[in-house]
């Protein structure tokens, strides 16, 4: 089981500076969000940082947030497509994707089908997210199609993020126990029940984190866990660097735990 910092956990730090302090603070490697800045989407430089840095690629996160939804085209098929031939190039093997939004019809019609079509042809694991609900003042809108909740749909990989979770009023724990060998990729995070999707430093939320990654080493859970949060708000590096570190060793903690 691999420890991988995401480089959005820097933000708005750039992409060379995720590697720099997954590097310096000895994570195990990273998770790519492409789009986060221009680098981040240019393959070619972020295995310059790989090589420099000497950490590995463990996953690539697609660009299909909101704010991302021109980078690479505006296709979402070519999107998946280039984030597997960018997971070969780069040595990860893993594609986090979120579901389609309910305004991509057409390619939400064929989504279950088609990640694990696309699984199968590429050997990458597409590893669908769980998302929430979006609750506005009119009540809940329906923003992700067939689902934000991939329980019961007929995926065939997932990706356990705990500030989703939270956001949509679930317990972690609950999702990893239920989803079994289908769980493949984790968000290790933190939420307070907000309908803010907040991304907390890991055991400063409602879900449990250290039980999670117990319930990961009960398992035999052999995926990524990645630690996925916001730091846009820390006033310093330092307290950015702080943060990083102290989840880190909070995950290494816990991942070491005697199954019990």
Known sequence: MKVGLSTSSVYPESTASGFELARRLDYDGVE???????????????????????????????????????VWGTDPWAKLERSAEAAHRLGADVVVVHPPFRWQRDYARGFVAGVRRLTESTGIRFCVENMYPWRTPAGELKAY?????????????????????????????????????????????????????????????????????????RQGYDGHVVLEINSRRNPTRASREQDLAESLAFMREHLAAPVV
């Not at 463990?58 to 939804?69: E, G, K, N, S, Y």
């Not at 199609?145 to 939270?166: I, Q, R």
């Open 32 to 70: 790519l969000m492409v789009g986060i800045d221009p680098v981040a989407a240019d393959i070619d430089a972020v295995e310059k940082l790989r090589d420099y840095h000497g950490i590995p690629v463990l996953a690539i996160h697609a660009p299909c947030l909101l704010i991302t939804q021109r």
């Open 145 to 217: 199609v067939p689902g934000w909740d991939p329980t019961e749909l007929d995926y065939a990989d997932l990706t356990l993020d705990l500030s989703h979770a939270s956001t949509a009023g679930q317990q972690s724990i609950d999702l990893a126990r239920s989803w079994g060998s289908r769980l493949r990729h984790v968000h290790l995070t933190d939420g307070s029940g907000s309908v803010k999707d907040e991304h907390l430093v890991p055991g400063r939320g409602d879900q449990q984190a250290a039980a999670v990654l117990h319930e990961l080493v």
